[in-house]
């Protein structure tokens, strides 16, 4: 008899293993292929978000260029657009040599169509910048940005350190004398009808002293560096859009605020006078003026004529102008002033009577460059047309009538009931100041670059 060994179950199933390890193996070289294959789409993904990265990078390399130029040019100096390739209003220019490694190089091309542009022009930048790798298409970016004077009084009230309220029925709101921001046409006074909710009241510090609001009525706006405004019990922070019975809106309050509060420099030329009479300037004529100070006492007056700018060179820690008793200095109407003083100024009596709409006709410079070296102090009942800028010097206006315009100082106190009216136009003033970024906008679709297909051609 033949005996046959048996077979183990094993063995049988060594057919069926091998089958099932085969697919096993042919799954994992099926997911390894596809991890890897998403792995260097990944890469070539990340590498073209790279590539799109440095592209926006390089226009806005080329918009610095630009805006550097243009604020170079504001400031006087003649070789501002030395550089540039112009012809009438326009001026161009290519930056090249980027080297961003791999193989991989840029350039950006920047275009300006008006590169001197009047003070109420908002020029436009338009940068192309294009990133080459080795291998694959370029990657391409263009941006265009409109340009806007830069302003000292975007704000009504704003103070390095601290501002305070000190006054029980004090107000603040605003109101724009230029709405359609055309000076052909005749400004708008401030009333009720066109008051709005944009009276801002700021301080940079970030101490809990930076805004002591205490009993004023704010509609408007409440910005410090860091610190909670400080409000009593009947003062208030509103707009129109805060709900009925809330007096204390968080919607118009915030923490972040920061200013470049620039130090002005009083002109160095002008007439030279070693006194003031009753009068200055002449009616329709543009005329400079420098004086020691000026001192008006009793019932003196002195009337302005024309648009004067008159510089007083009292050094810090004397009197530049002081007014008292019945004194007055006015201001006619379509004449304007511009007074800058390093030394203190004083202005009470019968102050200022400004006989023009806009507060921008009446400017006084403080020039100090020490901090809390400048002492500006202006009192009456009456109503102050004016803008001050005195980054420096700690401001006190004292009264109960009408204080239009925008005041930007090291300390501002309000003492006593005045309204305090902000003027939006002023946020377009910018005499003294150069030109920022109003407006960025990205070129993405064909008809969007088209408009600057032709200025890009060619170079």
Known sequence: MQHRTPVSPWQSRRG???????????????????????????????????????????????????LWSFNRDFEGHADAWAAWSTSG???????????????TSGWVKVYVGNHQPAAKDSPKIVMLASVNPASGAPVT??????????????????????????????????????PDNNGATAPIDFDVSVRNDNGTVASASVQNTAAFINQA????????????????TQGSIRGSTTPTGVDIDPGRIATDFNADFQSITAPDDGTFIGSVGSTLGTTGLTTKWRCPSITLTGSQTLTIY??????????SGTSALSMAGNAKLVVTSGSSLKLYAEGDVKIAGKGVANANIQPLTLQLW???????????????????RAIVYAPNADTQINGNGNVMGSIIANTITLTGNAAFHYDESLADYGDNTGFSVSKWRELTTAAERQVYEAQFDGW
């Open 366 to 384: 403080g020039t100090n460059p020490t901090l809390g070296a400048q002492i500006i102090h202006i009192a009456g009942n009456g109503d102050l």
């Open 306 to 315: 024309g648009d004067v700018t008159l510089t007083l060179t009292a050094p």
């Open 89 to 103: 209003p326009a001026a161009w220019r290519k930056f090249t040599d980027f080297d961003f490694t791999a193989n």
């Open 16 to 66: 069926a293993t091998l089958i099932v390890a085969l697919l096993i193996c042919a799954i994992i070289a099926l997911m390894l292929g596809s991890y890897l294959s998403l792995s260097t789409n990944s890469t070539r993904q990340a590498f073209r978000s790279f590539q799109g990265y440095a592209a926006i990078n390089l226009v806005e390399a080329g918009a610095e260029e630009a």
């Open 217 to 232: 009525d704010i509609w408007g706006y409440v910005f410090t560096g860091g610190a909670q405004p400080q409000v009593g």
């Open 141 to 178: 970016r263009m941006m265009e940005i409109t340009l806007r004077k830069r302003s000292f009084f975007a704000n009504g009230l704003v103070a390095k350190n601290s501002i305070t309220f000190n006054g029980t029925l004090t107000t603040v709101d605003s109101w724009n004398s230029d």
